[in-house]
T-cell receptor, first 114, second 113 residues
Framework: DGGITQSPKYLFRKEGQNVTLSCEQN?????MYWYRQDPGQGLRLIYY???????QKGDIAEGYSVSREKKESFPLTVTSAQKNPTAFYLC?????????????FGPGTRLTVL | RKEVEQDPGPFNVPEGATVAFNCTYS??????FFWYRQDCRKEPKLLMS???SGNEDGRFTAQLNRASQYISLLIRDSKLSDSATYLC??????????????FGTGTRLKVLA
């Protein structure tokens, strides 16, 4: 079954701790994305990557880091520098990252900072 | 002004009704357009792409008006299962030469029995 998986589904962390969210896809897509969704707001782009070993900051990259060592994987680390990390995090992928591409989303990780 | 604007609703409609949502976008360089559906606490899922003058898929029709910079979604014969939040999305070419999705905040639909 092809798709995007994210783990864990729910994550709790203490203030001051770094945490890494997993995102894996077996769709053979080149482009991958991380978004954050807060209540009453649209999805906001954190980071994106169009090819392995390359990634770009999105609109709200401060306090986050990513890596793209393999085509299938695009983990996101939420660092202690992120001031308001509690949110719903969504990973997406698209075939090539071009104008007509459709993005497909994973089920999301709900992060709560205690 | 927001890059993509939608009426947040909620739109409460009876089963069988026809309902229409509009979405306006501010950047005329927007390349492609989509409607996604998002159920409560779930991920967005593609409902329809809208590329030119619009398209239809069963009970759903999407229209694009480039001159006025808006897209619409029409749902005919509403079902209870259509209750969800509908996200308007535009795909924009950035100054760095990459494409970026811009999301509206969504319009909430509740279909009532």
């Amino acid at each position: 079954d092809g798709g995007i998986t994210q783990s864990p589904k729910y994550l709790f962390r203490k203030e001051g701790q770094n945490v890494t969210l997993s995102c894996e896809q077996n769709l053979n897509h080149d482009a991958m994305y991380w978004y954050r969704q807060d209540p009453g707001q649209g999805l906001r782009l954190i980071y994106y990557s169009q090819i392995v070993n390359d990634f770009q900051k999105g609109d709200i990259a401060e306090g986050y880091s990513v890596s793209r060592e393999k085509k299938e994987s695009f983990p996101l680390t939420v660092t202690s520098a992120q001031k308001n990390p509690t949110a719903f995090y969504l990973c997406a992928s698209s075939p090539r990252g071009v104008a007509t591409d459709t993005q497909y989303f994973g089920p999301g990780t709900r992060l709560t900072v205690l | 002004r927001k890059e993509v604007e939608q009426d947040p609703g909620p739109f409460n409609v009876p089963e069988g009704a026809t309902v229409a949502f509009n979405c306006t976008y501010s950047n005329s360089a927007s390349q492609s357009f989509f409607w996604y559906r998002q159920d409560c606490r779930k991920e967005p899922k593609l409902l329809m792409s809208v590329y030119s003058s619009g398209n239809e898929d069963g009970r759903f029709t999407a229209q694009l008006n480039r001159a006025s910079q808006y897209i619409s979604l029409l749902i005919r014969d509403s079902k209870l299962s259509d209750s969800a939040t509908y996200l308007c999305v535009v795909n924009l070419l950035t100054t760095s030469g990459t494409y970026k999705y811009i999301f509206g905040t969504g319009t909430r639909l509740k279909v009532l029995a």
